[in-house]
């Protein structure tokens, strides 16, 4: 993965498909405390 590749988020079963297209917009990287975003 790098930046400017493309990304499918896919969801399987009944409602199965492409749910969004997106773009990496930087390197992948080890995130030790995740943001609560819910």
Do not use: F, H, R, T
Not at 15 to 38: C, T
């Amino acid at each position: 993965m790098a930046a400017g590749d493309g990304v499918l988020i896919w969801k399987s079963g009944e409602q199965s498909g492409i749910y969004a297209i997106a773009e990496i917009i930087e390197p992948p990287k080890i995130i030790a405390n995740l943001p609560d975003i819910g």
